[in-house]
């Protein structure tokens, strides 16, 4: 490790306990999408701090923001992606509060040896990843040109890894209507919206059986009905279909509207979609960085390997953000037990733990020695452009 990398660790050292104290604020302040103006407050008066120039999001994005560290050395430019929005009746059961304390680690790191870095760094506030497809939008408004590389950490409960091979992802709402009725005195002037939502439920399971390998498809009932002696006259359910294939969602979309709609016919009653405008892209490899994170964590003492193949695959926004520039979006396990998963209360309160503390700041070291290599390593940089315009 060189010196400047050797002092790049060290600040971020330095500053753990102000790390660690806000992931816990933000674990404590949980602001599903769209509505994380604390945590958006926060890591911007943080980054200020820490040298960075912040312009707040506009009023299409307000808990966005952009952090900049040296506009005069425009290139290169990586940009770190910071999240910060909760699960809805969870809090932060996805550990965002920490992926927010690992940004702000990494820019921390990074602001300390500005003098000897060519480039600029930027520091990317990312809202709603948790559906609401926020890097979606930052995209749209043109947050990700100039970027030469955009990196990030997730947390995870058990493994460290360097890629996910997340799969595209589109969320839609059907929503029958019916007639209310006497659900017992005159059953048989009602049109029951809920029957529909539920046949609609067994359609897709008997064709999930002819459906890709990949695809994913699950629900939850909104809405399916006011009392028990009323016929249901509206049924609503939410959900989120997916396929490794970007190019197949529009007919897996076809598919389940089609479903929807005979279930419409047996009913009697009327059908509704609401398709998301957004739709998650599937990640776009790209092997130079991950070697690189994986050296970075080595360097660290962390030892992280490729995705085996094994296991079920999700879907995050980065996804369309590495669709246009190169990306990724590696995770470290927060050492849990086995009983802890993804998107659970047991999550949330294992991000107060010392384990999972210790390896944010290993994370956010891992990310400051990987941004540090992209702006000084020009064959690097080059080799990572190369992988992105293959797709490898
Ligand atoms: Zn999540
Ligand atoms: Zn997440």
Redesign the pocket.
């Known amino acids: 490790m060189n010196p400047v990398e050797k002092k790049a660790l060290a600040a971020i050292e330095r500053k753990s306990g102000k790390l660690k104290a806000l992931s816990r604020k933000l674990y404590n302040n949980p602001e599903v999408m769209f509505q994380e103006f604390k945590a958006c407050r926060w890591l911007s008066q943080e980054l200020k701090a820490l040298g960075y120039k912040v312009k707040p999001g506009g009023r299409e994005l307000p808990t966005s923001f952009r952090a900049e560290l040296n506009k005069a050395a425009s290139k290169p430019t990586i940009a770190i992606l910071a999240e910060y929005d909760a699960?809805r009746g969870i809090g932060h059961g996805?550990a965002?509060n920490l992926i927010a304390a690992v940004a702000v680690g990494a820019a921390c790191g990074l602001a300390a040896v500005k003098k000897e870095l060519p480039g600029n760094v930027l520091v990317i506030g990312c809202p709603a990843?948790?559906g609401g497809g926020g890097k979606i939008q930052l995209l749209k408004a043109g947050a990700f040109n100039g970027v030469d590389a955009a990196l990030m950490v997730h947390p995870s409960s058990d493994r460290t890894m360097l890629d996910h091979g997340f799969i595209a992802c589109r969320g839609l709402d059907i929503t029958f209507i019916g007639k209310a009725a006497h659900a017992s005195g005159a059953p048989e002037k009602g049109r029951n919206a809920l029957n529909a939502l539920l046949e609609t439920f067994n359609a897709l399971n008997a064709l999930r059986q002819h459906l890709p390998q990949d695809v994913r498809m699950h629900w939850v009932v909104m809405e399916g009905g006011t009392a028990s002696n009323i016929v249901p006259e509206r049924a609503r359910g939410e959900f989120t279909i997916r396929s490794e294939n970007n190019a197949y969602m529009p007919t897996l979309l076809k598919k389940v509207k089609e479903c929807a709609r005979g279930a419409a016919m047996m009913t009697g009653c009327r059908v509704k979609f609401r398709v998301n405008s957004y739709m998650y892209s599937s990640m776009r490899p790209n092997r130079p960085l991950a070697e690189l994170v994986r050296d970075c964590f080595k360097q660290v003492g962390v030892k992280a390997g490729f995705w085996d193949g094994k296991g079920g695959r999700?879907s995050s926004d980065i996804g369309n953000v590495s669709q246009q520039v190169p990306a990724l979006h590696p995770s470290i396990s927060l050492r849990a037990p086995a009983s802890v998963t993804?998107?659970s209360r047991e999550l949330a309160d294992w991000t107060q733990t010392p384990r999972a503390e210790a390896a944010m700041v290993k994370a956010a070291q891992m990310l400051a020695l990987a941004g540090i290599r992209l702006l000084t390593d020009d064959k690097l940089m080059r080799g990572v452009k190369r992988a992105y315009k293959q797709g490898s």
């Open positions: 699960l996805c965002h990843e948790e999700g993804g998107h």
